[in-house]
């Protein structure tokens, strides 16, 4: 069974840009959570989809977007980036329960100039 | 709130010591997860406790799960310099989201 990819896997941009991260789950998932991890905070949730619906939202401000499609892709969007953005985000997946484990895939290094 | 606190924030052994990470919740926890992350990966899940009390080994790894479901360990016998990385406590706070400890890093010095 493929993992969970995260494309691009690196990305430079600079400030005021918009950019947008993919997410492809693992085959059968239907949850894909969003994390931001940086050395200073750790890792932050950022919200989760299911059936292509947000189910949950942590605290970023709504620069920060989401969707997810039919096919349970999923993608994230940041605008106006700014200088703090930069950090790795991550993807996981899962079938969706309570209690089930997040599969990760190997997140995106955003730099931001 | 729902945080999980990790410590030690580092630890640096000699090849062969023991390593323990002890991960602490104000509240009681439904269940605890732990991962773990190579430098340069993502975290990879290792396990899951879910009954108070509860023990469960992998290879060199012990976990548990306190009797009051507020506290957590993970202890690894005899670290090797595959053990290196960053240990993480997790607890699933809703379906689809899991509020992470800041997570102990471990260095091995073989």
């Known amino acids: 069974k493929a993992g969970v990819t995260q494309t691009p896997r690196y990305l430079i941009k600079t400030r005021g840009q918009q950019v947008t991260l993919s997410c492809s789950p693992i085959s059968g998932h239907r949850s894909v959570s969003w994390y931001q991890q940086t050395p200073g905070q750790g890792l932050q949730f950022l919200f989760e989809?299911?059936?292509?619906?947000?189910?949950n939202k942590g605290n970023f401000p709504g620069r920060f977007s989401g969707r997810q499609f039919s096919n349970s892709r999923s993608e994230m969007n940041v605008s106006t980036l700014e200088l703090g953005d930069s950090a790795l985000y991550l993807c996981?997946?899962?079938?969706?329960?309570?209690?089930?484990?997040?599969?990760f895939g190997d997140g995106t290094r955003l730099s931001i100039l | 709130g729902q945080q999980v606190m990790q410590i030690p924030q580092y630890q640096h052994v000699q090849e062969g010591e023991d390593f323990t990470t002890y991960c602490n919740s104000s509240?009681?926890?439904?269940?605890i997860q732990w991962y773990k992350q190579r430098p340069g990966g993502h975290p990879v899940f290792l396990i899951q406790?879910?009954?108070?009390?509860e023990v469960k080994k992998q290879k060199r790894l012990t976990f548990q799960f306190g009797e009051a479901k507020k506290n957590s360990s993970l202890h690894i016998t005899a670290t090797q310099t595959t053990d290196v990385g960053t240990y993480f406590c997790?607890?699933?706070?809703?379906?689809?989201?899991?509020?992470f400890g800041d997570g102990t890093t471990l260095t091995v010095k073989p």
């Open positions: 997790a607890r699933a706070t809703n379906a689809g989201k899991s509020t």
């Open positions: 406790l879910v009954k108070s009390g």
């Open positions: 996981a997946s899962s079938s969706g329960g309570r209690d089930q484990p997040q599969h």
């Open positions: 989809y299911f059936s292509e619906t947000q189910r």
């Open positions: 509240t009681t926890l439904s269940n």
